[in-house]
């Protein structure tokens, strides 16, 4: 027992790591919703998914949509904000604008992050498990039912809650 404590100790002190690259990667989901005018933006249309390869699902960008899936938001390598995140679907995303699809959608923009408004989300990094909601001129009750529209798949994706019975993972993972 002297020995296993020990060892165990010189391995902490030593700076011991995982090996395992799926342990260490940068790897962040975050549920989102964008409701323009009460309609619920569609982006799990193929023009915003991104293909991939088993094994190399981002070489076309770290942040990114997949599997037909528009409601969680895929982070890899290093940390992104949201406005990076709709440049990197083409659009644009300020503290009083939505542009994408070069329809421009401005005025009463409200941003949501786990239920609490915040105002400045463009400059906010995408985090893990974060529910995110993006509203444009949304009565009170419209803002309740769309904040509860907001789904729990990062949490799935991020396998830090059980996957449901019917759910459908990534054919990669592991």
Not at 11 to 21: D, I, K, R, V, Y
Not at 93 to 121: A, H, K, P, Q, Y
Not at 152 to 162: L, Y
Request: with cysteine.
């Amino acid at each position: 027992m002297k020995l296993f404590l020990i060892v165990l100790a010189s391995l902490l002190l030593l700076g011991c790591t995982s090996t395992n690259p799926t342990e260490t990667a940068y790897h962040v989901h975050s549920d989102f919703k964008v409701y323009l005018n009460n309609q619920a933006f569609d982006f799990s249309l193929e023009k915003y998914q991104t293909p991939y390869v088993c094994g190399d699902e981002h070489k076309e960008s770290n942040i990114h949509l997949h599997g037909g899936n528009g409601e969680v938001v895929h982070v890899h390598d290093e940390p992104a904000t949201w406005k990076e995140f709709f440049e990197s679907l083409g659009g644009q995303l300020s503290s009083t604008c939505f542009i994408m699809d070069s329809e421009t959608s401005c005025g009463d923009l409200r941003f949501f992050v786990n239920g609490e408004e915040v105002f400045n989300l463009p400059e906010r990094e995408i985090n893990d498990l974060d529910k995110v909601l993006i509203t444009l001129n949304a009565s009170q009750e419209e803002l309740s039912a769309q904040l509860n529209s907001i789904t729990n798949f990062a949490c799935i994706e991020s396998r830090k809650c059980d996957v449901p019975e019917g759910y459908v993972l990534d054919k990669c993972s592991t």
